[in-house]
């Protein structure tokens, strides 16, 4: 992947998939550090198929298809000397956290963050999403519930709201530095 | 700086237009549907997906919905667009990018000419 956002959307779509009700995306960027976490309330992982989703090389035999949406992302985090970790529940959810060092070299850029968000709150589908974006300037948050709230009925996928939505963001991260990270 | 709050004049606008939409064409609705799993997105599937978003809106294309799926069996095709036009046999276009997404647009969406040439196996390099 390119940019980390493409990992972001990659991951949260697993959120999606697992039947989340909502799935939370933080995106901080302080004091060198680069922290993504996506963390979700769907269907979640037992212990054992967690290893192998993981490590789908170092582990034995996989019975179940794994694929490789969490591997690439953990290794686009080490790669960048962070750390990666992934915590799920069955039947509570999983909280997948990645972190970057900002200056490294082989740290892809976080990219279009705003297209990320347009593609998973559009499309259809039935999760909620919260997003937080922090850097040292300031901090954006953006949450679907409210959005809909306000849209009062209209779909949150027609496409004149989705492009409204992609220019608040880009605006909004632009005022925090969030579109240089 | 826009926030949630600006919403409100897209969201009045929609209202009327989907009114009258519901009374007339309820089950005309033609939905694109744009692969969206780790190999999809790696080769390009986000681009597509907000391309076709912009072409759509930009058009004003009032029965069109912009869907995404996960994985569509064809991992070296990829980004892979379904198209569903109701009443018409669903058209699969391989290898799209934000060009071909608006020709499809302008050629199949809303002059209901496939492009051919994105098809499986049609595909030139
Ligand atoms: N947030 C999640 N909740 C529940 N299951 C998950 C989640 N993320 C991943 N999984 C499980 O791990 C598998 C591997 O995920 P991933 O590496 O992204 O590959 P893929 O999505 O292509 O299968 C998924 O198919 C799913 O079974
Ligand atoms: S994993 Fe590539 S199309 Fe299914
Ligand atoms: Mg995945």
Do not use: W
Request: charge should be negative.
């Amino acid at each position: 992947m390119r940019e980390l956002a493409l990992n972001i959307l990659d991951i949260a779509e697993n959120s999606v998939k697992a039947g989340a009700t909502l799935v939370c995306i933080s995106v901080r960027a302080e004091r060198g550090l680069l922290t993504i976490e996506i963390a979700d309330d769907g269907c979640g992982m037992d212990a054992e198929f967690l290893k192998r989703v993981t490590d789908p090389f170092t582990t034995t035999r996989t019975t179940r298809k794994v694929g490789m949406g969490i591997p690439l992302f953990k290794m686009a985090a080490e790669m960048a000397g962070g750390t990666f970790r992934i915590e799920s529940e069955k039947g509570k959810g999983t909280t997948v956290r990645a972190t970057f060092e900002l200056d490294h070299i082989d740290r892809a850029p976080l990219g279009d963050l705003a297209d990320t968000v347009v593609t998973l709150i559009g499309g259809g589908c039935k999760s909620d999403f919260r997003f937080e974006i922090g850097t040292e300037k300031g901090c954006f948050e953006f949450d679907t519930r409210e959005l809909k709230a306000e849209l009062d009925g209209v779909d949150i996928s027609e496409p004149d709201v989705l492009v409204f939505v992609r220019d608040m963001i880009k605006e909004n991260l632009m005022d925090i530095g969030g579109e240089r990270l | 700086m826009k926030s949630i709050a600006d919403i409100k004049a897209i969201r009045d606008k929609m209202k009327g237009q989907i009114n009258l939409r519901d009374n007339k064409d309820a089950e005309q609705e033609i939905r694109i549907v744009v692969g969206m799993a780790t190999c999809g997105i790696s080769a390009g599937a986000r681009p597509v997906f907000n391309a076709f978003v912009d072409d759509v809106a930009s058009r004003q294309l009032r029965n069109v919905k912009v869907t995404r799926t996960g994985c569509m069996g064809m991992c070296a095709l990829e980004p892979i667009v379904e198209v569903h036009i109701p009443g018409e046999d669903p058209v699969t276009y391989v290898h799209v990018d934000p060009d071909k997404v608006r020709k499809i647009v302008a050629n199949h969406i809303v002059n209901g000419n496939v492009c051919t040439e994105y098809l499986i196996g049609e595909e030139r390099k």
